[in-house]
């Protein structure tokens, strides 16, 4: 059976640090890319940050989380975890992992490549 299935989420005080992962697992093929959503209350879902191993592989991040995020894959096949570091309230929201597979072009801004959900881990920062 495929899943995709995050976990590592919690409630930290501002300045705290969390570690999410994902596994997308059941699935024959690797990931061309891997990424992290978030969507707060009444605001639209954003990217993160991304990964992917092809072409020599790579990252992206959202301006908002530079130098305080850091995505990264696992050793096992279609992992991935976002260490997060000095996190601020604004970061609260719902963080979701996102898989993108059987894409002949490869562009990680595209949220439409992405093609296979997990359903979120919740994760709050009070100040």
């Known amino acids: 059976q495929e899943t995709v299935v995050e976990s590592g989420g919690g409630s930290v005080q501002a300045g705290g640090s969390l570690t999410l992962s994902c596994e997308a697992s059941?699935?024959?093929?690797?990931?061309?890319?891997m990424r992290w959503f978030r969507q707060a209350p009444e605001t639209q879902r954003e990217g993160v940050a991304s990964s992917w191993r092809g072409g020599g592989g790579g990252t992206t991040y959202a301006d908002s989380v530079k130098g305080r995020f850091a995505i990264s894959q696992g050793d096992a096949e279609n992992t991935v975890y976002l260490q997060m570091n000095s996190l601020k309230p604004d970061d609260t929201a719902m963080y979701y992992c996102a898989a993108a597979f059987g894409i002949a072009t490869l562009d990680p801004m595209d949220k439409s490549q992405y093609n296979t959900w997990g359903q979120g881990t919740q994760v709050t920062v009070s100040s």
């Open positions: 059941g699935y024959f093929y690797s990931a061309n890319c």
